[in-house]
Every structure is written in C-alpha cells, then in structure tokens.
C-alpha cells in the first residue's frame, strides 16, 4: 500500500482536495455529536433550542469563510454560483443531493448488518429513526415557518419537503382538515430490491416510528395509523400508506 499525507508542510494537490473533505466529513460529525450530547444532558427540547440559534451561526460563518476562499459572492446568505446555477441543474443537484443522504442511510445500515446480521441493523435503524424523523420535522416546519399546532395542513405540507419528497413518488387522497391519508407510490429502495427479484424489505417497524415521530413533532395532535406496510401485502399502486388524524373530540376541545 502506498503511503499517504507524508509532509503535512508539503501536500500535492490531491492531497490537499482530500483533506479539504475529510476536514468536511469531521465538522459534520463534530457538528452531530455536540448536538447528540446537549440532547443526552438537557434533553432534546434544549438541544433543538440551542441548535435553533448555532445553526444560522454556523451556516454564515462558514460559507463566509468558502467564499473569501474561492472567491465568489454571498446573496441573502446562499452562494452566487449556486444562484448562477440553470434551473435545471439546480433541481438536478438537489435531488442528487436527498438521494447521497439514502445512499449514505444504506450504507450504514449494510455496515452493520454484514457485522452484527440483519436484527441488529433493523433495530438500530428503527432507533436511528426515531432521532433523525423528529429532526427532519423541526428542520421542515423552522424553514417553513410553520405554527406550532400546524394542523393537517401543516403536515401535508411538511412531508412535501422531506428529504424522501425529491427520491420517491409520493401522493395524498381523502384530505379533510382533520385527516389525510398518504401513499408511498414508487419507494427507491423497494423497487430496486424489485429489480433484483427480492421481495419487499420489511421496513414496517422503522416505518412506524418514522411517520408517527414526524407528525407528532409537525403537530402533537397528530396521530398516525398505518393502512399497509411491508412485509404487509400491498397492490402495485403504492407501497405503503399511511393516515394521519386529529381526534375530533380532541381538536374540539382545543
């Protein structure tokens, strides 16, 4: 194996384009666990509180310091370049972008079932999930500048933006102010395993702690109900579906 990095004085240029992301990949991990230990020794509602603020903090500071060194302008706090940016290529690094997250999901979830087998990568999947759902909500309604009580509407809304929004097809029917119900249309890691000649995987218990965790964070009142869910049999329309509702005593009473 050739040796690498041997004069941190004296990089090449590869070297340097390498450390540039490894420098990325730690402050993105250090950026994770300061939030994880705020939440392990205040709770999570001092952690989100906190990250309300070091968030925009962070953000400004950063991309200040990336344009002074590689020289571009800053609009409203978003790069030029990205602005510059045709239409089309910008959607298409957006969805690049949601789909890196699921690929960088799986990997970690094969990284842990080729060691410890598949009972292990599911239930640390189901608890992965129950930390990053809620997160993803409390991301989504701050960006949108939802209400705290944000309703059916709310969440409908919400679940447009989700990072699955930009990778599967997804579809809404028998909206009411008080329920809607949810189709997972065309789900990409399903229809992969599809491809393959594999049957569904069973996500069905992450499944219930990803959707009910988010639209309880969109909005407490939100209760969740799955219709179907592998390894639940499902038509060819959809994949899962699920429905969302506010008690009518409940909402009443409020």
């Not at 990336?66 to 800053?74: D, G, H, T, Y």
């Not at 809304?157 to 997804?170: C, D, G, M, S, T």
């Amino acid at each position: 194996m050739t040796e690498k990095f041997t004069d941190s004085k004296n990089l090449s240029k590869e070297e340097n384009a390498d450390l540039i992301i490894d420098f990325f990949h730690r402050t993105m991990m250090h950026y994770a666990l300061w939030f994880a230990e705020i939440q392990h020794q205040h709770g999570k509602e001092k952690a989100l509180e906190i990250m309300n603020e070091t968030w925009d903090r962070s953000r400004t500071i950063q991309l200040k310091r990336i344009s002074k060194a590689l020289n571009f302008e800053m609009n409203d706090g978003i790069p030029q370049p990205l602005l510059d940016l045709p239409m089309e290529t910008l959607e298409t690094l957006r969805d690049s972008m949601a789909v890196n997250w699921l690929a960088n999901d799986g990997v970690w979830f094969q990284g842990l079932e080729f060691s410890r087998g598949m009972n292990d990568a599911k239930r640390s999947n189901d608890s992965c999930w129950a930390q990053f759902s809620p997160f993803e909500a409390w991301s989504i309604k701050r960006m949108l500048n939802l209400p705290e009580e944000a309703g059916i509407a709310g969440l409908k809304k919400a679940l447009e933006f989700r990072l699955y929004a930009f990778v599967n097809k997804q579809s809404f029917a028998d909206i009411t102010e008080n329920s809607l119900t949810f189709y997972m249309n065309e789900c990409r890691v399903q229809v992969a395993r599809k491809r393959k000649g594999l049957t569904d995987y069973p996500c069905k218990s992450g499944g219930l702690v990803e959707y009910t965790t988010f639209a309880e964070a969109i909005d407490s009142r939100i209760k969740t109900e799955v219709i179907s869910c592998p390894p639940d049999k499902h038509p060819d329309e959809y994949y899962c579906a699920w429905r969302f509702y506010i008690d009518d005593k409940q909402h009443n009473n409020d």
